[in-house]
């Protein structure tokens, strides 16, 4: 019961602070996942990554994906060294990037209610709930639903690592 209501509380918070921020005449957006992460600034390491590792263009596909996107603060805290190796390394590039891609449109009203979330590597991705934030495999959601033409982008504070199997 305390997790309903602490979900919902979360909801009624988000819910405020995308009222404040929506225009008043809302129309479908055009722009994909790529593009509305190029636009939005911020996000520069991960579209170029997401180039890098193919995947620029499967994110522009119909989908509908959800993406959990660390911004380039976010990619700054990863230490060098696990980076250099992420670019020398395709495939653990992709694995790493599709870490933070769920298939559908879970905005933010569904992710609160989830404890886990199937990624595009394979693998789940813990999902909780403290006071009024949410948690993304330890990554804090800082801002959520930008809405795309083919998804949802919710930005996170830190890079997704999987865990190694």
């Avoid at 819910?15 to 008043?24: E, F, H, Q, R, V």
């Avoid at 495939?91 to 879970?106: F, M, Q």
């Amino acid at each position: 019961m305390k997790k309903k209501l602490l979900a919902l509380g979360v909801l009624a918070a988000l819910a405020l602070s995308l009222a404040a921020t929506a225009s008043p005449a809302r129309t479908a957006p055009k722009a994909n996942l790529v593009q509305t992460a190029r636009s939005a600034g911020g996000f520069t390491t991960l579209v170029n990554l997401l180039a890098r590792a193919g995947l620029a263009g499967a994110l522009a596909k119909p989908g509908p994906y959800t993406v959990f996107a660390p911004t380039d603060a976010a990619f700054a805290k990863v230490p060098k060294k696990t980076l250099e190796a992420l670019l020398q390394n395709k495939a653990k590039l992709r694995a790493v990037l599709l870490y933070h891609v769920v298939s559908g449109r879970d905005t933010a009203a569904k992710v609160v209610t989830l404890t886990s979330a199937k990624t595009l590597n394979g693998q789940s991705v813990r999902i909780r709930v403290a006071s009024s934030h949410v948690f993304v495999g330890g990554a804090e959601v800082t801002k959520p639903d930008v809405i795309a033409s083919n998804g949802v982008i919710h930005v996170i504070d830190r890079v997704l690592i999987p865990p190694t199997p």
